[in-house]
């Protein structure tokens, strides 16, 4: 398995370096358990990565510092995966070295073409999105990226809160240290399961990605245009319990036009918009370690509590009962620190 890992000014060297150690520890796995991997791999097997720059010379990471590489784009070599890592931005929330990411989405254009998969880990995605490779696909970023992300690339469907998105070959990550939950979905891809979750605990790192949303500040992505507030403040504090043609109604317009429009905005569906804005309520009120899940799911418009914990669940990535104890060692660590 040959993965380019793609070197840019202004690359995140933490990225390019972890990735490099995590599917060496993934080699060293294989190594010591024969036959874990899936279909089932010779020890001499291995994930072979390559620091990869235009020319082929060092460049000079998010702080300054040096990058080696060991190959180029003029390279005949075809790798199964590239991956594009996090970098530095710039005030605008854009690349640091425009041209050099023009030059590395035209090379990701021809591998593509030639069967590379692509993966896009945080900022890596505006590589991609250069490229087209994004354009009518499902995509993430890190949520603090979503709103220019999605102004950048109109075409992409892109997706609020999802830590991994993959569609045609095309995986995206959001947040800068989600390359971890990257390297772990290649190897849980290309070698099972197995290998991947005792890789992940030879590293000590969680095998399963956390949604973003349990991070991102509640109501963010809501911010972004007015039309989304005003439906916001409706479904949090007007009418939890608000159906799809209720919002339409309080906003005066067709169900027809808020579905085109939270669409556009959002990549959602009114339903979706409101199911999300409902369990982002929820978890302010978790929060509250006086607050019951049962008192909680009343508070934000279900009469039913499995409802509620479906719900949940499908948005955050975790029941209630986890999150509350996440959010409340989370909290304690934070007060320990003072």
């Known amino acids: 398995m040959k993965i380019a890992l793609l070197a840019l000014p202004g690359s995140m060297m933490s990225a390019i370096s972890g990735l490099a150690d995590m599917f060496w520890l993934t080699n060293q796995t294989i190594m010591m358990n024969p036959g874990i991997a899936t279909p089932p791999t010779d020890k001499n097997a291995q994930f072979d990565t390559v620091i990869v720059s235009a020319d082929g010379k060092p460049v000079h990471d998010a702080q300054g510092k040096k990058i080696d590489c060991e190959a180029?784009?003029?390279?005949?070599?075809?790798?199964?995966?590239?991956?594009?890592?996090?970098?530095?931005?710039?005030?605008?929330?854009?690349?640091?070295?425009?041209?050099?990411?023009?030059?590395?989405?035209?090379?990701?254009?021809?591998?593509?073409?030639?069967?590379?998969?692509?993966?896009?880990?945080?900022?890596?995605?505006?590589?991609?999105?250069?490229?087209?490779?994004?354009?009518?696909?499902?995509?993430?970023?890190?949520?603090?990226?979503?709103?220019?992300?999605?102004?950048?690339?109109?075409?992409?469907k892109a997706l609020w809160g999802k830590p991994l998105v993959e569609q045609d070959g095309i995986i995206t990550t959001g947040g800068p240290l989600s390359w971890i939950d990257l390297a772990l979905h290649i190897v849980k891809t290309d070698a099972g399961n197995a290998l991947a979750k005792l890789a992940a605990d030879m590293a000590v790192a969680d095998s399963q990605p956390m949604s973003q949303h349990i991070y991102a500040p509640r109501g963010f992505v809501n911010t972004i245009h007015p039309l989304l507030i005003r439906a916001e403040q409706l479904i949090r504090y007007d009418a939890p319990a608000m159906t799809v043609e209720q919002l339409a109604a309080a906003l005066t317009m067709s169900?027809?036009?808020?579905?085109?429009?939270?669409?556009?905005?959002?990549?959602?569906?009114?339903?979706?918009?409101?199911?999300?804005?409902?369990?982002?309520?929820?978890?302010?009120?978790?929060?509250?370690?006086?607050?019951?899940?049962?008192?909680?799911?009343?508070?934000?418009?279900?009469?039913?509590?499995?409802?509620?914990?479906?719900?949940?669940?499908?948005?955050?990535?975790?029941?209630?009962?986890?999150?509350?104890?996440?959010?409340?060692?989370?909290?304690?660590?934070?007060?320990?620190?003072?």
């Open 72 to 156: 180029s784009f003029g390279d005949s070599t075809v790798f199964d995966r590239i991956i594009v890592t996090g970098m530095r931005l710039n005030e605008h929330k854009l690349p640091i070295a425009p041209d050099a990411v023009q030059e590395a989405a035209v090379w990701l254009q021809t591998q593509y073409r030639q069967g590379s998969q692509i993966a896009g880990a945080c900022a890596g995605g505006y590589v991609l999105g250069d490229a087209g490779l994004l354009d009518g696909k499902i995509c993430t970023t890190t949520w603090w990226l979503f709103p220019s992300f999605r102004q950048r690339y109109p075409n992409a």
């Open 255 to 338: 169900t027809r036009t808020l579905h085109r429009k939270i669409s556009d905005l959002t990549n959602e569906t009114p339903k979706a918009f409101i199911t999300r804005v409902r369990i982002e309520s929820a978890c302010v009120l978790l929060e509250n370690p006086k607050n019951t899940i049962v008192r909680v799911a009343e508070q934000c418009g279900y009469h039913e509590e499995t409802v509620f914990r479906r719900a949940f669940q499908q948005v955050m990535g975790m029941s209630p009962a986890q999150f509350k104890k996440w959010t409340l060692a989370r909290n304690a660590a934070a007060l320990s620190k003072r």
